[in-house]
């Protein structure tokens, strides 16, 4: 198996509850040892104390967020505020520890593909050179369209390896405003790949029951295929 990134169009649109509805679901019906989890980077409040909460995970609790900053701005700005440096090589040595120890990592990013890690490299160029594959996260919003292809189109020039599309309800929506946001035959046809399931807005995001129920609903043999 592979790894598997979760990566969004941009910040706030469902990466979180991706995740943790795929962790769940993986635990409850696979092995709960042979899954590890990262958060890439985190700046402010949040992932990190999340996982905690909801999961019990075989690893090191430090590995779930290797590097963190308080303030909640974009990760170089974060360093520069905080007289720190991004160390890349603290991340890098945290995924491959985890990699070589469990047989599925999921890693979590932040923000979208374009999202800056350091002042010279985003999220899709760690990505690329950590050859991992992904799925992209798009929330159910007017202007998601545009956002979808600018990420795709990014994904391709890195040679991002994405294995499709999850579309992402962050609050309550009708059907045509589903179909008229995120009408998933144009999105098809102007990406070139497949959307793997729809999340509906989640009142309660923590509850582990629903989570598993939703992320039973996507193409699970295609996310967690090779």
């Known amino acids: 198996m592979q790894n598997l990134l979760i990566v969004g169009t941009d910040t706030d649109v469902g990466k979180t509850v991706v995740t943790t509805a795929l962790v769940a679901y993986w635990h409850a019906y696979r092995s709960p040892d042979a899954l590890a989890l990262m958060k890439l980077l985190q700046t402010g409040e949040g992932d990190g104390e999340l996982y905690r909460e909801l999961f019990e995970f075989p690893q090191p609790p430090e590995t779930l967020v290797p590097v963190k900053f308080n303030t909640p701005v974009a990760p170089p700005v974060a360093a520069e505020r905080e007289g720190m440096a991004i160390d890349l090589g603290k991340i890098w040595q945290t ?28 999220v899709a160029d760690i990505a690329a050179q950590w050859c991992l594959n992904a799925v992209l996260v798009v929330p159910v919003k007017l202007g998601a369209i545009a956002q979808t292809v600018a990420n795709v189109a990014l994904s391709r020039q890195v040679k991002l390896n994405l294995k499709g599309i999850i579309l992402n309800c962050c609050q309550p929506v ?43 609903n996507l193409d699970l043999e295609r996310i967690f295929a090779v």
């Open 174 to 216: 009708t059907e045509e405003q589903l179909k008229d946001w995120t009408p998933v035959d144009l999105i098809q046809s102007l990406t070139h790949l497949p959307i793997l399931g729809t999340i509906p807005y989640l009142a309660n995001p923590k509850e582990k029951s629903k989570l598993v129920q939703i992320a039973s």
């Open 95 to 122: 995924y491959q520890t985890l990699q070589q120890t469990y047989p599925f990592v999921f890693v979590e990013a932040l923000g979208g593909l374009g999202s800056p890690v350091t002042h010279e490299l985003t």
